[in-house]
């Protein structure tokens, strides 16, 4: 049956009946007025037996983390704030859960994120002419001809990095699969038909015509408003 407190109820010790607060006021009470409370009302102890425990000092159940890196031993949080430490401290303690090594835990950089914009952007190298640099060093150098934002663009989109670092802003890669046209006898890409003096529509609407069939001379000389002239030899309904 769980025990139900009263309030004013008297705790007989030492030749006295008093309430739980007078006994915490009491001198021979070794402990706060709370402990006394846990002791005797959720432990179910005596007051003779509160005070005879004395003051119990809370010891830690878990001891602190320790790792030994770079020939020292500190706890994981010393680590943590340690300016050779690029990561956090709740990431040392998911990488050591994971069974990576100390001195790979602490000191291996973290990927791009909230860390990184926190502590700076990762140092990632890039290798052109025999040479390795950031993205921001290239930016600076002689040979560089646009920003670190746009030679990290590039790289992800497929350029080799001499080409990101030396190409001017305005050059874009050629794309390795242009659809060429034949008409006239000349064959020559979309865009470049759309320029020729012949053309009466833009490359949008020559690209649509030749994905619906038109031949070359026909997605370029008829009018926006033109319609393909119908097959004869289209079938009947039935």
Not at 78 to 107: K, Y
Request: with cysteine; charged share 30%; aromatic share 8%.
């Amino acid at each position: 049956m769980p025990y139900i407190y009263r309030r004013g109820e008297l705790y007989a010790a030492f030749g006295k009946r008093q309430t739980l607060g007078v006994w915490a006021r009491d001198p021979r009470c070794p402990v706060s007025r709370q402990a006394l409370y846990i002791r005797v009302r959720i432990k179910g102890l005596s007051i003779r037996e509160a005070f005879a425990l004395g003051e119990q000092v809370y010891t830690n159940p878990h001891p602190p983390c320790m790792l030994t890196l770079l020939g020292m031993t500190k706890e994981i949080k010393e680590w943590a704030v340690d300016p050779r430490c690029p990561v956090s401290l709740n990431t040392i303690r998911r990488r050591l859960r994971n069974g990576w090594p100390h001195t790979e835990a602490v000191l291996t950089p973290n990927y791009e994120g909230r860390l990184a914009k926190k502590r700076g952007p990762l140092r990632k190298l890039f290798t052109a002419w025999g040479e390795a640099k950031t993205a921001e060093e290239w930016s600076k150098d002689s040979r560089g001809k646009v920003s670190a934002k746009l030679i990290r663009a590039r790289i992800s989109t497929g350029f080799t990095p001499e080409e990101a670092v030396s190409l001017p802003k305005s050059v874009r890669r050629p794309s390795k699969k242009r659809k060429m046209v034949n008409a006239w006898g000349e064959t020559k890409t979309i865009p470049e038909w759309a320029r020729d003096s012949r053309a009466r529509v833009t490359a949008d609407v020559i690209r649509s015509r030749i994905r619906n069939g038109y031949s070359g001379e026909d997605a370029m000389s008829l009018p926006k408003s033109a319609r393909r002239p119908q097959r004869e030899n289209k079938q009947k309904r039935r």
